[in-house]
């Protein structure tokens, strides 16, 4: 994730402490010393969406094979054991777990820090209530659009006005929850009207995806921006963020899954303020750029676990055989060794790039749909004047 709040505004917010910390410099098995990682947690593979972009290509009726409700409270106790900071509830859809409350209930009792994301058409007062008052420290709430729109992505006729529903149940309970919305061209043009919607509906954070081909979400790489889309858009989100700050109104904005967009940040604020670049470079050199396979981790329905949920291929083992802390440590694992050494394999512009230790060869998962893992991510916009080798300065 790359914070715009905290690199544009310096702006403080829990996870900066995971990725911004001067300890998260060359950690290799967690996010920062003595932390696991942040552990992606694919409850179930249910959803009663059926959305376009889906990297689990859920379905809609129960998969047989999920972790029984022992097998996952014994799972989360692995976690605490791991100092694994936080466990994020995802899909499928995990309100559609019949035992997710009592699963929740069980984190809060054992120290689990939990979040969730949903698509939100479930969530009516009384299951919101029952979020907050069990531990749930954000609810992530997927959009993709406005209206039609946002139904045609995720077919269901209806599915934006049950997802506002659970916004403003989540709101009204006290409940902090943001937005999450994956940026394509079918929506690229809605941009103003979803800042006008985080406004009025007094969101508290927005996370903007960038498009994976994982999953379904392989079915549809047409839908992503170009390039120069991609700069656009990025120019814009960096506007209202300056915009909603500067009228008073606190909203954590992020991007999330290109690191690219930490550099064109440094480039966007080297034109204008220099102290506040410098601070930047710092920062985005602390973090190191993607740390799938170190900081990030993903553990589906069956037990399997990978470098993070969209590396869906690579199994590195499962829950039910080992504890997910020795799967974790990697020993004799070739492939991890590799991944958290990965610059002395990456390929082709990555290689070359002067800004590899910002970015540590940006999103695998997107290499891996051209067939090389370790090739460029095809999704990095910068130009090559702009990835030229040069001398920066060392923190």
């Not at 402490?17 to 990682?37: A, F, I």
Request: include cysteine; glycine fraction near 8%; proline fraction near 2%.
């Amino acid at each position: 994730m790359i914070s715009f709040s905290k690199l544009l505004l310096n702006q403080q917010y829990y996870g900066d402490s995971l990725r911004y910390h001067p300890d998260v410099q060359g950690r290799t098995m967690g996010t920062t010393t003595g932390k696991g990682p942040i552990v992606v947690w694919n409850c179930t593979r249910t959803c009663n969406l059926n959305c376009k972009h889906c990297y689990a290509e859920a379905v809609n009726t129960y998969t047989s094979g999920e972790l029984s409700t022992e097998e996952a409270k014994y799972f989360m106790e692995t976690l605490v054991s791991y100092k694994v900071p936080v466990l994020l509830f995802s899909g499928g859809e995990p309100m559609m777990r019949q035992d997710i409350f009592d699963l929740i209930e069980f984190g809060n009792q054992i120290g689990l820090r939990m979040v969730i994301s949903t698509n939100g058409t479930l969530i009516d007062k009384a299951k919101a209530k029952l979020i907050k008052e069990l531990g749930i420290s954000y609810a992530g709430i997927s959009l993709d659009g406005l209206n039609e729109v946002n139904d045609t992505f995720r077919g269901v006729s209806g599915a934006f006005d049950m997802a506002m529903d659970g916004f403003r149940n989540c709101r009204e309970a006290g409940q902090k929850t943001g937005l999450r919305l994956t940026l394509s061209k079918t929506n690229l043009q809605e941009l103003p009207a979803i800042f006008d919607l985080i406004e009025k509906e007094r969101i508290q954070r927005v996370c903007f995806y960038h498009l994976v081909y994982s999953g379904r979400g392989a079915d549809i790489s047409n839908e992503d921006l170009t390039h120069e889309e991609t700069r656009k858009a990025l120019d814009f989100i960096i506007d209202k963020t300056m915009d909603l700050h500067n009228r008073g109104i606190e909203t954590e904005i992020l991007t999330v899954d290109n690191h690219c967009d930490g550099i064109y940040l440094y480039e966007y604020m080297k034109r204008r303020d220099q102290e506040q670049s410098e601070k930047i470079l710092r920062l985005i050199t602390a973090n190191g750029g993607n740390r799938s396979g170190s900081a990030i981790s993903s553990v589906d329905w069956d037990g399997n676990v990978y470098i993070d949920q969209f590396t869906r291929d690579l199994p590195l083992g499962n829950i039910r055989e080992k504890r997910f802390g020795d799967i974790w440590d990697g020993i004799g694992n070739q492939f991890l060794e590799m991944l958290r050494d990965r610059k002395k394999h990456l390929k082709g512009r990555c290689a070359a790039c002067k800004w590899l230790p910002q970015c540590n060869g940006n999103f695998r998962a997107r290499a891996q749909s051209t067939g090389d893992f370790w090739a460029p991510d095809p999704a990095c916009y910068l130009t090559d004047e702009e990835i030229s080798i040069s001398t920066l300065t060392e923190y």
